[in-house]
């Protein structure tokens, strides 16, 4: 037989179990009657919520609208204030870019008129001189700086002022953007909805930002970006007249004295190309007279070297004849005329040699004065180049910038010459 199970554990009454069953009876009656009070309650509360936020919703909706309406009419009127000082601003500009021409004209007659004072100085050893054409040039120069300096003064005027209406515009255009993402912000939360797909909560949200401002600021700030701009373009106004009345008083100043200055440059140019076609014809005299002292030179160096070697014949015809033995060592007629023709070659050499060292001498002597006058051509040709190119670059003040094709300078290749080098054995001159 299968063994009794002696499991342990707790044995309750039949009473006790009675009680418990009673219990559990009650307490549900009286959970059910409190549930059922908790569901009046949460009835009437949903009702008066749901009352509640409707009507707040209402009210803010219809805030949202108005200030909707109120800061897009602020919006319009910069927009407006916007057009005017962009109108203003590119009229401005107009008048100033028409100023910075008139002033380039000014900067280039300026340029030229410095440039071709820069180039003459270029000029070497006596050319340098202060000649009518330097002292227009100077002149020149005076008159530009005067009329420079008062179209610098307007357009400096007129770029400050620009300035002052870009910083105008600037702050007109950052009210107007924020007043666009207001406008934008404040239309995107009338739009939201219960149903709206990007609602959530947010952590504090009934906080202050930093950076708030009342409304009277708010307004003050808008009134008082939209008074600045149109103070600043009556001031523009203003100087756009002033400067258009000192472009055209300053139109015509440097023509006559442009006038002069090339007429004085042209004269210069007269005198040194006669001067240089001078010093070209003592250049070619002087080189044909080199020529043929270099021929004699040549022709006096042949016969030295032939006497030297008639010398050396008569030399070796009176050191042989020595030799012979006893009493034919006689002084004959033949040593006799080996002596003379000895003492003769000897005197003619010397003759040859004096005349060619005396022939040398004045070859050098051209030659320094083929130098100094090449040297001279070297000058002038160096200041007709100059000259050349100061007129050549004040074509620029009647021929327009695009048009302007330089001059080929005649006196290239004589500028470019290099001095005849000494001939070996010629004095090296420095």
Request: charged share 35%.
């Amino acid at each position: 037989m299968a063994a009794l199970s002696d499991k342990p554990g707790q044995r309750f009454t039949v009473p006790d179990w009675d009680t418990n069953a009673r219990l559990i009876s009650a307490d549900a009656e009286s959970q059910r009657s409190a549930s059922h009070q908790i569901r009046q309650e949460a009835r009437a509360l949903r009702s008066e919520t749901n009352n509640q936020a409707k009507w707040d919703e209402h009210d803010n909706q219809t805030r949202l609208a108005e200030r909707i309406s109120s800061v897009n009419r602020w919006k319009e009127t910069l927009d407006k204030c916007l057009a005017d000082i962009d109108e203003e601003i590119n009229a401005l500009a107009k008048v100033k870019e028409a100023a910075e021409r008139a002033l380039q004209a000014k900067n280039l007659s300026l340029d030229v008129a410095t440039e071709c004072l820069t180039l003459r100085d270029g000029r070497r050893a006596i050319d340098v001189v202060r000649d009518p054409a330097e002292e227009e040039l100077h002149k020149e120069v005076k008159v530009i700086d005067k009329a420079k300096r008062e179209l610098q003064q307007r357009v400096h005027e007129a770029f400050e002022q620009l300035c002052l209406l870009q910083e105008a515009r600037q702050q007109l255009s950052f009210d107007h953007r924020g007043k666009m993402e207001a406008l934008e912000i404040d239309r995107t939360c009338l739009s939201l909805s219960v149903n709206s797909p990007n609602i959530s909560f947010k952590v504090n949200p009934t906080r202050i930002p930093n950076g708030s401002t009342a409304v009277d600021e708010w307004e003050r700030n808008s009134q008082y970006n939209k008074d600045h701009a149109e103070e600043e373009m009556r001031a523009s106004t203003k100087l756009r007249e002033a400067i258009v009345l000192s472009i055209a008083q300053t139109n015509n100043e440097l023509e006559a004295q442009r006038v002069a200055t090339e007429f004085a440059l042209r004269k210069r140019i007269r005198d040194m190309e006669r001067a240089y076609d001078e010093l070209k014809w003592q250049e070619q005299n002087t080189s044909e007279e080199i020529s043929e002292m270099e021929e004699d030179i040549r022709r006096l160096e042949e016969d030295l070297r032939r006497k030297m070697q008639d010398l050396k014949v008569a030399h070796s015809r009176l050191e042989t004849r020595s030799s012979r033995p006893n009493v034919e060592l006689c002084r004959d007629q033949v040593q006799y005329g080996l002596t003379d023709e000895v003492h003769q070659l000897e005197g003619s050499i010397r003759a040859l040699k004096l005349k060619l060292a005396e022939a040398q001498d004045a070859l050098d002597a051209l030659y320094r004065q083929l130098h100094r006058v090449q040297t001279d051509m070297a000058y002038k040709a160096h200041s007709l180049v100059l000259d050349h190119k100061c007129m050549d670059g004040r074509r620029k003040l009647v021929v327009p910038a695009e048009k302007f094709v330089p001059q080929v300078d005649s006196f290239n290749r004589t500028t470019n010459r290099v001095p005849s080098p000494p001939r070996a054995g010629q004095l090296e001159l420095g």
